[in-house]
Antibody, heavy 116, light 116 residues
Framework: EVQLVESGGGLVQPGGSLRLSCAASGFTFSSYWMQWVRQPPGKGLVWVSRINNDGSTTNYADSVKGRFTISRDNAKNTLYLQMNSLRAEDTAVYYC?????????WGQGTLVTVSS | QPVLTQPPSASASLGASVTLTCTLTSGYSNYKVDWYQQRPGKGPQFVMRVGAGGIVGSKGDGIPDRFSVLGSGLNRYLTIKNIQEEDESDYHCGADHGSGSNFVWVFGGGTKLTVL
């Protein structure tokens, strides 16, 4: 069974940092591009970042460029999102997702709350 | 980049049919759109991809035959027949744009479907 499990969310003060993880299982992780998408409370989905299968290519939404870094460890079947200089508007549930040309599998999400 | 517009809400009676709409901005009539179902408190689930000519590829895992799509002009439609209680969800449409360093993935605001 294909499974994606996010972790690392929590409460952080403005200006702080968090690292999210996404543990993948049930498929050959190193063969797929991966995405991070977030959902502010009560709102729609917002794309954050993507990475190719070997980690050599990354893309970011303008709203997080220069503050967030996506990476992966194919030996550990894990995707990461390092989030620095966090702002209140970064508060959201963060989802990782598998991209096989269509994004066909999503995790359950981890909540990040940025507040003092 | 395209902007995707969805009505915020829709409703239908148990056993009836409903059509949800995702509208692309002018100039993007050849774009494909992905539909996602998001049940309360859960991560999104891929439903299917739709282009101007209809479905592209195959449905997501476990998506029943009651779900179908159609494309016309700037509109991408998701129709659900014989609505069941478990269809009560938020439905999001998304489309990717660009390539290389110019890649973005945009979403509509989502439509909340209520089953009466």
């Amino acid at each position: 069974e294909v499974q994606l499990v996010e972790s690392g969310g929590g409460l952080v003060q403005p200006g702080g940092s968090l690292r999210l993880s996404c543990a993948a299982s049930g498929f050959t992780f190193s063969s797929y591009w991966m995405q991070w998408v977030r959902q502010p409370p009560g709102k729609g989905l917002v794309w954050v970042s993507r990475i190719n299968n070997d980690g050599s290519t990354t893309n970011y939404a303008d709203s997080v460029k220069g503050r967030f870094t996506i990476s992966r460890d194919n030996a550990k079947n894990t995707l990461y999102l390092q989030m620095n200089s966090l702002r209140a508007e970064d508060t959201a549930v963060y989802y990782c997702a598998r991209d096989r040309g269509v994004v066909d599998c999503w995790g359950q999400g981890t909540l990040v709350t940025v507040s003092s | 980049q395209p902007v995707l517009t969805q009505p915020p809400s829709a409703s239908a009676s148990l056993g009836a049919s409903v059509t949800l709409t995702c509208t692309l901005t002018s100039g993007y009539s050849n774009y494909k759109v992905d539909w996602y179902q998001q049940r309360p408190g859960k991560g999104p689930q891929f439903v299917m991809r739709v282009g101007a000519g209809g479905i592209v590829g195959s449905k997501g895992d476990g998506i029943p035959d009651r779900f179908s799509v159609l494309g016309s002009g700037l509109n991408r439609y998701l129709t659900i027949k014989n609505i069941q209680e478990e269809d009560e969800s938020d439905y999001h449409c998304g489309a990717d744009h660009g390539s290389g360093s110019n890649f973005v993935w945009v979403f509509g605001g989502g439509t909340k479907l209520t089953v009466l």
